[in-house]
């Protein structure tokens, strides 16, 4: 695993100590480990969102289509 290090003002530091005591991580760096990958999934969400944005519009959703959907998975959890 690569080390980096990172300067953080004195508040910011508190808060991370604090969120590392309150929060159930066991060091400074599990937490920023944790952020990183939450912003990692936001970044991937963020794509995902525009792309759905971006494309036609697609069938409808009513509940013949939920019913299609109930079907369906009746189906899949009979085997």
């Known amino acids: 695993m690569a080390t980096m290090n990172i300067s953080l ?12 005591a309150g929060g159930g991580y066991g060091t400074s760096s599990e937490y920023v480990r944790e ?4 912003d990692q999934d936001r ?7 525009l792309a759905g944005a971006e494309s036609p519009p697609g069938a409808p959703v009513d509940s013949a289509y939920f019913a299609s959907l109930r079907t369906r998975l009746a189906h899949n959890t009979e085997a």
Do not use: C
Request: glycine content about 4%; charged content about 30%.
């Open 9 to 20: 003002p004195e508040g910011l530091k508190s808060f991370v100590d604090d969120q590392v």
């Open 35 to 38: 952020l990183i990958r939450m």
């Open 43 to 49: 970044q991937r969400l963020r794509v995902l969102l």
